[in-house]
């Protein structure tokens, strides 16, 4: 039976019936994913060696995880402790896997919000169960019911409390879970509670083993997280401004519409800033649960860090502002900018060099330096000013005819393109003749006014640009911009040193010694906000 093809179809067809084409793309395809699992291998090695290069710790957790897994899986392997707890020992291995985690702070809320969650949930079971026992069976289902009901509904209400949901909400989980495990399974279970009893025990297992890695066996602080990125942030703006105005002074002719790449110095100066507020909250109330860890067991204010983090973020706007002048559609002329490149990158260079003493300042925690606004800043600002003003007619522009000209023009444009339909065509629709030779030249008269149209499309843009470009003083306009985020930068710059002030006299920061011969402590009793603002130590709530 010969094999049939539809009309227009070019395919060649094999002995089998099997088109050509798609033998060929199978085939393509096959080699295709032959050459993508040779490069497997070695995309995995490079994935693994960036991923450890970016942070070595995370090969160091990884091993912490898995010895904390050998050891509570003796529970299972070694004989004497298999029967003396059973099967019940996989919640051991359960609560290592859940509660183990990066930082030592992160740990320390999961595990004892666990623990804390089984506690209660285990002692108000228990009090369900002696209560429901002294009845009849009947009246013990209804009991266990209304019991589940009443505190299921409370509990998942009392999660959307926001002290509740910032600090114990994984302890409410597990409140509910343990709850309704050891409650419902009483009414069939005789002996629940040893049930309870093990269970138990293999939790405070697991939560032993987990703190004894996190605290113990090269600990990872949430509290030095949060630090370190504090100073990280405030070098990386100073890079960022400091490699935005060179660019923009740069000899070579900027780009229109650049693409910036997320390796882009500028870019990834400000990036970590602007994506931090929930790094810095998470990284805060972690670092609340954790002891006193520091040389001086002084109680680091991380609330404070969260603030630095605020100021530092409304700073970061301003520099993005003052990277988006770099690729705007219409740019300052490089000779209109030489005028004003000494200033501006004096100007750039002594906010740089503040921003890096309150990277220096939080990094050594220590006070700043009294000189940390130098009179190099005022008088950068001032060369700014007088290299302006020195150039009026940049900024007010005089050739005001060319100007209305061109907008005249553009507006006339515009007006003639608006009219009605029917005086821009002549004839309104009832007019049209209805035979075959008007109709004709009907669809010859829509195909020209089509071709009008996209020719009006094409047009406009370019117009609105010459009369844009027309005006004189819209040559310095974006450099104006450009001038004014600088200004506005040195303006926000006094938030920041304040908050960091603020900073270092909470926490104690020593005084400030140029020759770092002796360490001066000075510390203040914090005021009753600042005290309320700090998370308390949970482990006694």
Not at 446 to 457: F, G, I, L, T, V
């Amino acid at each position: 039976m010969a094999t049939k093809v539809h009309v227009g179809m070019e395919t060649e067809m094999n002995g089998n019936g099997v088109p050509e084409t798609f033998k060929n793309n199978w085939k393509k395809s096959l080699i295709e994913f032959s050459g993508k699992m040779k490069r497997s291998p070695g995309w995995l090695w490079r994935t693994i060696w960036k991923v450890g290069r970016e942070d070595p710790r995370r090969m160091i957790h990884a091993f912490k995880v898995g010895l904390s897994l050998t050891l509570v899986s003796l529970l299972y392997l070694m004989e004497p402790l298999f029967k003396g707890i059973g099967t019940n020992a996989i919640w051991a291995v359960m609560t290592v896997v859940v509660v183990l985690e990066f930082t030592a702070g992160a740990t320390l809320c999961k595990g004892l919000n666990r623990g804390l969650g089984t506690v209660l949930a285990g002692s108000l079971a228990f009090l369900i169960e002696f209560i429901a026992t002294k009845s009849g069976k009947v009246f013990r289902a209804v009991f266990i019911g209304a019991a589940v009901f009443l505190i299921g509904t409370t509990a998942t209400y009392m999660r959307f409390f926001p002290y509740i949901k910032k600090n114990y909400d994984y302890g409410v989980v597990i409140f509910l879970l343990t709850f309704n495990l050891i409650t419902v399974s009483s009414y069939r279970v005789e002996n629940v509670l040893k049930i309870a009893h093990d269970r138990f025990y293999t939790i405070v297992i697991g939560c032993g083993i987990c703190l004894f890695m996190s605290l113990l066996v090269f600990p990872i602080w949430s509290g030095e997280d949060l630090h370190n990125s504090t100073v990280g942030k405030l070098e990386g703006l100073a890079k960022s401004i400091e490699a935005c105005v060179n660019e923009y002074f740069n000899d070579s002719e900027l780009k229109e519409n650049q693409e910036k790449s997320p390796e882009d110095p500028i870019y990834k100066g400000y990036k970590a800033v602007l994506d931090s507020k929930s790094t810095d909250e998470t990284l805060a109330l972690y670092a609340s649960w954790e002891p006193r860890h520091s040389r001086h067991c002084y109680r680091f204010p991380w609330q404070q860090y969260v603030k630095v983090g605020a100021v530092l973020r409304q700073f970061g706007y301003t520099v993005v502002a003052l990277h988006g002048c770099l690729l705007t559609e219409i740019q300052t002329p490089r000779s209109v900018r030489a005028l004003f490149k000494d200033p501006c990158i004096r100007l750039a260079g002594e906010v740089t060099k503040a921003l890096m003493e309150l990277a220096n300042s939080i990094r050594n925690r220590r006070h700043c330096s009294p000189g940390i606004l130098s009179d190099h800043l005022h008088e950068a600002l001032q060369d700014l000013n007088t290299a302006i003003k020195s150039q009026p007619r940049l900024f007010l522009g005089s050739n005001n005819n060319q100007a209305n000209n061109m907008l005249a023009l553009a507006a006339a444009h515009a007006a003639r393109h608006n009219k009605p339909e029917k005086d821009r065509h002549g004839v309104s629709l009832s007019s049209v003749k209805t035979d075959s030779s008007a109709l004709m030249e009907w669809k010859t008269k829509r195909a020209s006014e089509q071709a009008k149209e996209n020719e009006r499309k094409v047009l406009r843009p370019q117009l609105s640009k010459i009369a844009i470009t027309s005006l004189e003083f819209s040559e310095a306009l974006p450099f104006a911009a450009f001038a004014s985020l600088l200004v506005e930068i040195v303006a926000r710059l006094d938030n920041v040193i304040e908050e960091v002030e603020e900073l270092g006299r909470i926490a104690c920061y020593k005084e400030y010694n140029p020759e770092e011969d002796e360490i001066i402590v000075k510390c203040e009793k914090p005021p009753v906000d600042v005290a309320k603002n700090q998370l308390p130590t949970h482990a006694s709530d």
